[in-house]
């Protein structure tokens, strides 16, 4: 018992040092010379890089973070089968990238990386909950309450799909944390006005 835990702590931290990497500025600076957190919607995200960095850093930017979820789930069941280890693993690169270690505890919205954690399993869930978006979005007119209800969502979703227990829990625990950074940067205007120089009202990012 105590091996197991002690993976799992291993596990989860790795996940969570993982999902840290932001990939929105290394290639905004990279490519673009240009620190995405200080134009847009503030976010590390693929969306917020597109939009300050360019296509091309905005497209690795996502691809990277989506495949950031994908990495720990690989490593999650190359440490064993323990019911928590996917669920947790999970949740740990979702906390990583929207509050990341490596630049104060900022980031993105998460949305990249729990798509990434859901493909493996359940890819159908991910345009399914594209269309909760759409309309949430048609009913409120607001695009990140849209998205924090879309990522709400995922739990049910999933449970609605058949999903293993540990898959809709995969669900409720790092589709919570994409939902929580939504509420936390809707408190402090993201949506509803540019919180930076050169911002846009509604803009958004992963």
Known sequence: MMNEILRLVVVVTACYLLGS??????FGRVLKGVDVRRHGSTHTGGLNTLRVAGAPAGVLAALCDGGKGVAAILLAQAC?????????????AVVGHNWSLYIGFTGGLGLA????????FRPEAIPLAAVIYGVLYLILGNRPRAAAGAVLSLGPLL???????????????AG???????????????GSRALTTGGAPGDGAT
């Open 80 to 92: 064993g089968p323990e019911f928590w280890s996917v669920p947790l693993a999970s949740l740990a």
């Open 113 to 120: 990386t729990l798509a990434g954690c859901v493909i493996l």
């Open 21 to 26: 990497i932001p990939f929105g500025v290394v």
């Open 159 to 173: 449970w609605a799909l058949g999903a293993s227990e540990s898959l809709i829990v995969l669900g409720i625990l």
């Open 176 to 190: 919570g944390a994409s939902f929580v950074k939504h509420i936390l940067e809707m408190r402090r205007g993201y």
